[in-house]
Nanobody, 117 residues
Framework: QVQLVESGGGLVQPGGSLRLSCAASGTFFKITAMGWYRQVPGKERELVAICRDTTTYAASVKDRFTISRDNAKNTVYLQMNSLKPEDTAVYYC?????????????WGQGTQVTASS
């Protein structure tokens, strides 16, 4: 069982920055991927960035967002710079983990990010 706790969301002016954090806790053998998705009401949930064997970013956030992991703390971060109004969404932490018997996925509770004047 894994639980995720997200933090760092909030209100920022366009062009500003926010840093999201997501810490995983529980019993598992290994976390194999950590990342971030976001969702706007009426829209499908979309990948923002994810760390696996390689790092992947959505085209819309490349060169503005940076994902990083602290494996010792089972924590993933998302540094968001040059925020735009279209970045406004609920951001969800994503963790894929294994207990030695297959892979499992957990989602964070979501944190609101709003870029507005």
């Amino acid at each position: 069982q894994v639980q995720l706790v997200e933090s760092g969301g909030g209100l920022v002016q366009p062009g500003g920055s926010l840093r999201l954090s997501c810490a995983a806790s529980g019993t598992f053998f290994k976390i194999t991927a950590m990342g971030w998705y976001r969702q706007v009401p009426g829209k499908e949930r979309e990948l923002v960035a994810i760390c696996r064997d390689t790092t992947t970013y959505a085209a819309s956030v490349k060169d503005r967002f940076t994902i990083s992991r602290d494996n010792a703390k089972n924590t993933v971060y998302l540094q968001m710079n040059s925020l735009k109004p279209e970045d406004t969404a609920v951001y969800y932490c994503y963790v894929r983990w294994t207990n030695g018997m297959g892979f499992h996925v957990n989602w964070g509770q979501g944190t609101q990010v709003t870029a507005s004047s």
